[in-house]
């Protein structure tokens, strides 16, 4: 079991940075490939950046490439979700969540253990 808390949200204006943290418990993310994901009300769940458990490869969603970036500390058990130039539309609640599998995916269904959240709102 792997326990995940997200940290770092809340209220920016337009063009503003924010950076969300996701601190893990009972056991190592090194064995995880890890992803943020964002809910936006009355949207589906939507993938945001994921990287491989070594930090080689990372992947992002088209809407926040070149905007967010996404890195991890193994030996903190924390990933980093630095999210720069932020817009309106970046409203939402921010997940991070833990895989399992092989190769990174942007699909919220392959990923086993999920945190609760956290609110990131961008005024505009």
């Known amino acids: 079991q792997v326990q995940l808390v997200e940290s770092g949200g809340g209220l920016m204006q337009a063009g503003g940075s924010l950076r969300l943290s996701c601190s893990a418990s009972?056991?190592?993310?090194?064995?995880?490939?890890m992803g943020w994901f964002r809910q936006a009300p009355g949207k589906e769940r939507e993938f945001v950046a994921a990287i491989s458990r070594n930090s080689g490869s990372s992947n992002y969603a088209d809407s926040v490439k070149g905007r967010f970036t996404i890195s991890r500390d193994n030996a903190k058990n924390t990933v980093y979700l630095q999210m720069n130039s932020l817009r309106p539309e970046d409203t939402a609640v921010y997940y991070c969540?833990?895989?399992?599998?092989?190769?990174?995916?942007?699909?919220?269904?392959?990923?086993?253990?999920w945190g609760q959240g956290t609110q990131v709102t961008v005024s505009s």
């Open positions: 969540a833990a895989d399992s599998q092989v190769r990174l995916t942007p699909t919220p269904g392959m990923y086993r253990y």
């Open positions: 009972g056991r190592t993310i090194s064995s995880y490939n």
